[in-house]
């Protein structure tokens, strides 16, 4: 299986990942584990979770998803052969792009640990990207804990190249309550643009965002979507 590089983060991929909001939801512990053995058996390696999956559900909180993960990590004895690409900012109780909601709760035991994924602000700094692609659903948090205003007045996220050289850029939320596979297509072909310009010197992401809505919904909605996030989808934002 080819890999892909993250950045310069040291992390390689397989070109497909392996979303896992239905983890602990739609899909039970016993039928999420068939999933995750058979995606990393095929020669896969990266699974895409958040601390929200799945609030949405009646009789469920939020970190399901992370705690059936948790526990498959565990019950497989081993973890460095596997990327874990989780959020933040959207759980009620843990609302905004925060240092606080990002780092690993340090009241709660190693095993407790295990059962949720985390990202820390230090590994962000650590990567220190030259351009951020800032889901725009964060949007929803409100003014004062969204992420654009955590990059804007937290420490930590000032510092980062992207922020200081101003590398911003909004995208569509490719998973609203459910995986918009039109807005990660067309989400994908803005970041080729931004990222390999002469490549994608022909695409005009817009066009391209209303083609893939026009197939899949019979319409093209971009306009629509765009002034339901504040008109700054597929544009550099100024902090």
């Known amino acids: 299986m080819d890999k892909r590089k993250l950045g ?24 999420s584990f068939k999933l995750l053995d058979r995606f990393v058996e095929r020669g896969f390696n990266a699974i895409d979770t ?57 009241t709660r035991k190693a095993s407790e640990q295990l059962q949720q994924s985390t990202f820390s602000t230090e590994s962000l700094v650590s990567m220190d990207p030259d351009k951020l692609f800032v889901d725009l659903s964060t949007l929803q948090g409100g003014a ?29 939320p490719y998973n609203w309550y459910s995986q918009n596979h039109g807005s990660i297509l067309a989400d994908a072909y803005f970041i080729g643009k931004v990222l390999y310009p002469e490549r994608f010197e022909d695409v005009d992401p817009v066009e391209k965002a209303d083609e893939i809505y026009t197939f899949l919904v019979g319409k093209p909605v971009f306009d629509r979507m765009n002034e339901g996030f504040g008109s700054m989808v597929f544009k550099k934002i100024d902090l």
């Open 50 to 106: 958040a601390d929200v999956y799945s609030a949405w559900a009646p009789g469920l909180s939020g970190g399901e998803s992370e705690t059936v993960m948790g526990k498959w990590l565990a019950r497989r004895g081993r973890r460095d052969d596997v990327v874990i690409m989780t959020k933040v900012g959207s759980l009620e109780a843990r609302k905004g792009l925060k240092a606080g909601n990002i780092a690993a709760d340090p």
């Open 144 to 172: 004062e804990v969204n992420a654009l205003n955590q990059l804007r007045t937290e420490a930590p996220y000032r510092v980062l190249s992207a922020v200081e050289k101003g590398e911003i850029y909004g995208v569509l």
């Open 8 to 31: 310069r983060s040291g992390l390689e991929i397989a070109p497909l990942v392996l979303g896992g909001n239905v983890f602990g939801w739609t899909a039970d512990e016993a039928t």
